[in-house]
């Protein structure tokens, strides 16, 4: 029923909130390196504004509550991530109508990943997000169409599948965004948005979890 689906993203919210806060220096000292120091800021803003906004979500349905966070990340986070979070979690909320489910929790994401590369137009290789959302949507939708699992083991599959993306941004080369303006000096160090995406997806899986 739609009221323990709006409390639990509810509490998705502030757990990812709390991580990213925690987080903010780390993703700031990744963004420092190969960027403009500025991902730990632009998230911590963003999810704080969301985590504020938690007492308007009473009463909406699950897939405008979605769209309401999308919006409000594209109002606050700004830079690069923050059209690419934000519009495409506005957009891929319409998948979430009439609630969520494992099939709609499947459209969700993939409309979020096309959405994200509609968007950024980075391949995976290019040393973005793309690289720990794309292994993380691939796994969590042949996990549940499949392999027929539930939705709460694909999505610790895809919380696995995101971590070696993560590690895998790390020996390449950028190809798009700041980071691309660096060349080969951008080699050897780690991803600030594929590393946040990861912590928004471990949060969301602890929340489920519990
Ligand atoms: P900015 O680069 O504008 O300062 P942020 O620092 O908040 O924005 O976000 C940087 C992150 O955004 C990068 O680490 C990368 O993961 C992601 N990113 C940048 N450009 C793209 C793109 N074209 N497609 C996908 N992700 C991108
Ligand atoms: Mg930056
Ligand atoms: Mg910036």
Redesign the pocket.
């Known amino acids: 029923d739609e009221s323990v689906q709006r409390e639990a993203l509810v509490a998705a919210v502030e757990n990812v909130a709390a991580r990213i806060e925690s987080e903010k220096s780390h993703l700031t000292d990744l963004?420092s390196a190969i960027?403009?120091a500025?991902?730990g800021n632009?998230?911590h803003r963003g999810f704080q504004a969301v985590a504020e906004k938690t007492d308007e979500f009473e009463g909406m349905d699950v897939d405008e509550l979605v769209k309401t966070i999308g919006t409000t990340i594209i109002g606050n986070?700004g830079?690069?991530?923050g059209p690419?979070y934000g519009g495409s979690i506005m957009t891929a909320s319409q998948e979430l109508e009439g609630g969520i489910t494992a099939e709609t929790s499947v459209a969700f994401a993939e409309a979020y990943l096309e959405k994200?590369k509609d968007r950024?137009?980075?391949p995976v290789g290019?040393k973005?997000?793309?690289d720990a959302l794309t292994p993380a949507v691939h796994t969590y939708k042949k996990s549940i169409e499949h392999d027929d699992l539930p939705p709460l083991t694909a999505l610790a599959k895809a919380v696995d599948a995101a971590e070696r993306g993560v590690n895998f941004t790390v020996p390449l080369r950028a190809s798009?965004?700041?980071?691309s303006f660096l060349g080969w000096r951008s080699v050897g160090h780690q991803?600030?948005?594929?590393t946040s995406t990861l912590f928004i997806l471990e949060e969301i899986l602890d929340t489920a979890s519990e």
Do not use: E, F, W
């Open positions: 963004d960027g403009d500025d991902h632009n998230m986070v830079g690069a991530a690419l994200v950024g137009d980075a290019a973005t997000m793309v798009k965004g700041r980071a991803d600030p948005g594929a």
